[in-house]
């Protein structure tokens, strides 16, 4: 399931003026099917994790009986294994602050014509949606913190100077675990949702000139359902402040020896399409 919202409605209450409108409410289609999202966001659930939507059910703030804490609150109680729950559900301008839009992240890699794997610095290749460009007291736009399409230019004989292919990539900061537990943690489950995003021409055609004769066709973005955890996307998680990365999967245990008082996350893609980060969620 996920709930439509009307997106004017929605940066105004960022912006602390109003609410957010819930326009409709609607079964998670199929994998590869799209949704055409201008005008409005989408608001995923967890899968399993009941959530009632009626006349009083409201975005923000997110205050502990908003949707968005109910549906956080349902998935860890669906593990009773770990006692905490951080939640980023990338409503709110503050949500921003969490990410680190100038990161960087080294992984061993093989490189292309290489059969050793050597240390790789990849940079951030990300981007994020703010109302009317600039100002941050506008709020943001939910469903456009995304990772860029993979860069394909690569090394040729052609082209030698090229460098290697570079993944879509975004990472958070530091994120500190020791309000509920003073030395941290070392048992984690880490969950996520995201879409692949498509986006249509903006067509404006001459009432009897070319192929677009007589059309006037908006551009339109979509969100597009997709597998979780399809090849060519991954997730990091990193106890020691980013020196070192270890690959996990959604909604399976990773436990490590150390407690860690803070971690780092980073999402990769190396996928041809834009996929768009609507929330995610750290269990420990």
Partial sequence: MRIHIDLASHLAADAGI????????????S???????????LLPMVDGIPVTVNNSSYVLPID?????????AGLLARYPQYQSI?????????????????????????????????????????????????PATNGIV???????????????????????ERPGLLLTKSIDLTATNPKGANDFMLYWK???????????????????????IPALRSLVEVD?????????????????WQSVQRLTQIAFCDYAPT????????????????HFAVLF
């Fill in 142 to 164: 939910p469903n456009l913190s995304t990772l860029l399409p993979r860069n394909t230019r690569a090394p040729s004989p052609l082209d030698p100077t090229a460098t290697f």
């Fill in 31 to 41: 994998y590869g099917e799209a949704t055409t999202t201008n005008g409005q966001f």
């Fill in 194 to 216: 995201c879409y692949a995003v498509s986006t249509s021409q903006d067509i404006s055609g001459h009432l009897s000139i070319g192929s677009t004769a007589s059309q006037n």
């Fill in 86 to 134: 951080y939640f980023n559900p990338l409503l709110r301008r503050v949500d921003l602050d969490d990410l680190d839009l100038t990161g960087t992240m080294t992984l061993n890699t093989a490189l292309p014509g290489e059969v050793n794997a050597i240390p790789v610095s990849y940079a951030t290749r990300a981007k994020v949606g703010r109302h009317s460009g600039v």
């Fill in 263 to 278: 971690i780092r996350l980073a999402f990769m893609s190396n996928l041809d399409t834009e996929i768009a980060l609507t």
């Fill in 18 to 29: 109003g609410t957010s409108k819930i326009i409709q409410v609607s079964p998670d289609p």
């Fill in 228 to 244: 979780q955890e399809t090849a060519g996307f991954q997730v990091f998680l990193s106890i020691d402040e980013g020196q070192t």
């Fill in 64 to 72: 502990g009986q908003d949707i968005t804490s109910q549906i956080f």
